[in-house]
């Protein structure tokens, strides 16, 4: 059956180029293979540069740490052993030919039909020629023909076809099922440009080993042409080689050239007769023994000629001569024509077979390879896009949190300050308050305080030193009792109120070790009153003083400092008369009425005491006047009690008198003195107050700070992420539009040469 090559429909993008490739097959049905071979190539080499880009980039994304898994081991060892796979079908896709296989009993012409395809005589043929080992003639770019014998890389150079019998006979080593591959130039032979290899054989009536030479040479043949002998029928040999030729391939194209038909030209009134004879029986082979064609492909399949006027013709032809020129029988006409119907059918058969058989097979598994590559990439393109949609919402989430937490802050911290500022305020009043009672019952713990005494300098500094540390300790402890329960119990709640209000800015796994993360120890306020140095400068006066005597009236009347001051002399007691009107206009008039009530008491005794001492006239005139006034018994009895007073109080000036003078004296200084520190002490407490709870504030915020920094950070990691995706998820699509850019070409392919061969 004559198979037709259709114009394949073309569009704008490869009008031109499929116009020039489709002339080529019309040209020559060779061309066919030549072209989808050129082009099954080049898309495999597509294929295999798209996997292995696809391969890196998965390979990458696998061992990208920063990202969640979006592929899978199993996906990048598919893609690798896909890289593997393709670059050995290009290497077999590399070698493709179409092959035609020979076959034939011994000198029926199968060397002189392959001398007439190629149109010159490249094998040896005729008499004194028999082949004696499988030929395989394949063209080369070279201009100089060569051998290659089986297992040796060694190029035996041939230029005659004498040379090339005389090589096959002198090489021992070759037998019945040894392969020599002659390769001839091209520029020599158009049909071996056309990736076509012929392969000659020898006699399958030389050899039983008929299923080595079946595995060996023929399961990649595209076309087998058994070459029989017109001048008798077909023998079992030949029936039974292609039997098991049929039960080891599917369907093989078979041709059947009854060769040496030139000898019916003798007997031409039983031409016809042995020509339908002929057919019958090779019909009969074809289609009922074998099935490989229907009845009408078989006129197809069956050709008469004559090899040997064939190749004549053709090497005149070559020479300059004309074809029919010479000794040729006749009918000649007729057998060319027919040996060319032959060459047409086998090139149309051959082509096409030769593009199934070799191509399809590939053609499906690249369409399987760039399928499953494009759902790998779908599937990661998918994979990046959901986690890239989550990388989003997380974003969101975590500056939805920052911007809560940075207001809460804000809030919590104006709170706390106020709370703070509060506490400390009521822990100064209560600290002031309760010093203030502690100062008043100071003599108490004075009394308390029991050491041996002694007037001696040396023991009195050791007194002083023991009473400083009892007051130091003793109004600590006082202090300590009236304040300390209730400023720890304000203090732990405005902590545990800080704590709870800070908890919920905190993440859930933070929250439940905030306790241990801020520890809140056991406060205890300090009252470092430093008494050694507030009463360092306490001067005792332990001496003897009458309580009637004249120091001792002045200093009841005036105080201490005033009598000092009286007895003393109190040289400007009086201020000077000022001038009315002030010496400089600038300077304003000094007060006239400047002197306090004290000071005019002061001043009236120092002066009536000094007027005594100028004089006794005084003492004199006074003691005549009470004299007189109320005798002298009087006087004598007052001047006796005033002695008797005197004594006793002498008598009784003990040293437990001097002590108690001494702690009334440390008394009335010490809470003088400690009366000027009560504003302090208070406030230095409020201060220790506030410092710890701003600490575990600051703990608090610094646990915080840690969670903003914590969300800061995913935020910057999530940008990175979603950047990182979308660049992967651009890569993915990329890649998937390649593998369906690559499944089109396959179809196109599939169309246009798989399809047309069918």
Known sequence: MSLVFPRPNTNAAHGKKDKRLMAEVNASPLKHFVTAKKKINGIFEQLGAYIKESASFL???HKNEELDPVTTEEQVQEVRGYLAKVAGIGEVLAR?????????????????????????????????HTTNCFLRVEGTDGNEAFLLTEGSDERKSIKTVNQLAHALHQDEDLDAGSLVCVMWPKAKCALLRDDLVLVDSPGIDVTT???????????DADVFVLVANSESTLMQTEKSFFHKVN????????????????????????????RRQHMDRCTNFLVDELGVVDRAQASDRIFFVSAKEVLQARVQKAQGMPEAGGALAEGFQARMFEFQNFERRFEECISQSAVKTKFEQHTVRAKQISEALRRIMDSVHIAAQEQRVYCLETK???????????????????????KIKKITEEVERQVSNAMAEEIRKLHVLVDDFHLDFHPSPVVLKVYKNDLHRHIEEGLGKNMSERCSTTITGALQATQTDMIEGLKPLLPSTAREQVDKLVPRQCFSLSYDLACDKLCSDFQEDISFHFSLGWTMLVNRFLGPKNTRRALMGYNDQVPRPMALTPVSTSMPPFPQSSMTQEELMVSMVTGLASLTSRTSMGVLVVGGVIWKAVGWRLIALSVGLYGLLYIYERLTWTTRAKERAFKRQFVDYASEKLQLIVSYTGSNCSHQVQQELAGVFAQLCQQVDITRQNLEDEITDMNSK?????????????????AGWLDSELNMFTQQYLHHSK
């Open 396 to 418: 969101e989430d975590r500056q939805d949190r920052l911007e809560f937490i940075d207001k809460q802050l804000d809030l919590l911290t104006m709170d706390c300050k106020a």
């Open 96 to 128: 493709r030919h179409m092959k035609v296989v020979f076959f034939g009993r011994t000198s029926n012409g199968k060397s002189s039909v392959i001398n007439a395809m190629l149109c010159d005589k490249v094998l040896p043929s005729g008499i004194g």
């Open 209 to 219: 080993e008929l299923d080595s030479w079946i595995d060996k040479f023929c399961l």
């Open 59 to 61: 390979e990458d994304t």
């Open 722 to 738: 979603i950047e990182l995706l979308d660049s992967l998820q651009s890569k993915a699509k990329l890649l998937r539009n390649k």
């Open 247 to 274: 039960e080891r391939l599917s369907s093989p194209n078979i041709f059947i050239l009854n060769n040496r038909w030139d000898a019916s030209a003798s007997e031409l009134e039983y031409m016809e007769e042995v």
